[in-house]
């Protein structure tokens, strides 16, 4: 790799290291795992660089990268344990609300209940605001694959949050 390709590679990871975080964490909900699967994607993409870099999509690659990742890290005996210790959210500020971070949380826990493939096309395509084509493109699926699991990904989260809430009302009958 050559100084000029090695700086535009250190620019394009430093301005998106955060947004990679985030979206690994969506994807295994847990804080370790998704430095790990972080670590994982950049290095691959480092190898790969001159290919990733002619993609037409580079952020739908590198997104693609961190899905597989996730894919064969669960695939992994040693990545079958579960963490115990749930995120901190840093509840004195001000810009975020108790019940959002409540929201977020049960959301997070529905997500993390669905099949990986299912959970890693729900993150690419909503989280990671990815097209249809892109989603399908980064997981290597058809695009019909894509659209199928991300209705049924969908529909198993209506219905989780629908037995979540009976759940909550019998509680409180």
Same mark, same amino acid.
């Given at each position: 790799?050559?100084?000029?390709? =090695?700086?535009?590679?250190?620019?394009?990871?430093?301005?998106?290291? &955060?947004a +990679?975080?985030?979206?690994?964490?969506?994807?295994?909900?847990? +804080?370790?795992?998704?430095?790990?699967?972080?670590?994982?994607?950049?290095?691959r993409?480092?190898?790969? +660089?001159?290919?990733?870099?002619?993609?037409?999509?580079? &952020?739908?690659?590198?997104?693609?990268?961190?899905?597989?990742?996730?894919?064969? =890290?669960?695939?992994r005996? +040693? #990545?079958?344990? %579960?963490?115990?210790?749930?995120?901190?959210?840093?509840?004195?500020?001000?810009?975020?609300?108790?019940?959002?971070? =409540?929201?977020?949380?049960?959301?997070?826990?529905?997500?993390?209940?669905?099949?990986?493939?299912?959970r890693?096309?729900?993150?690419? #395509?909503?989280?990671?605001?990815?097209?249809?084509a892109?989603?399908?493109?980064?997981?290597?699926?058809?695009?019909? %694959?894509?659209?199928?699991?991300?209705?049924?990904?969908?529909? %198993?989260l209506?219905q989780?949050?629908? %037995?979540?809430?009976?759940?909550?009302?019998? =509680?409180?009958?």
């Open positions: 790799m050559n100084k000029i390709d =090695e700086s535009e590679f250190r620019e394009f990871v430093t301005t998106r290291m &955060d +990679w975080r985030r979206a690994a964490y969506l994807l295994c909900r847990d +804080w370790h795992g998704a430095d790990d699967l972080v670590g994982i994607m950049v290095g993409l480092y190898r790969h +660089w001159s290919l990733a870099s002619r993609a037409d999509s580079l &952020d739908a690659y590198v997104h693609g990268i961190l899905a597989h990742a996730f894919l064969d =890290e669960r695939r005996p +040693w #990545r079958r344990e %579960t963490a115990e210790a749930e995120p901190r959210y840093d509840v004195t500020n001000p810009d975020v609300s108790m019940y959002a971070i =409540e929201d977020r949380s049960a959301m997070l826990a529905l997500v993390q209940q669905l099949p990986a493939r299912r890693a096309v729900i993150v690419l #395509r909503f989280y990671c605001d990815l097209s249809v892109q989603t399908a493109s980064a997981l290597g699926l058809s695009e019909g %694959t894509v659209k199928s699991q991300c209705a049924r990904g969908l529909e %198993t209506r989780l949050m629908v %037995t979540q809430a009976n759940h909550v009302v019998e =509680e409180w009958i």
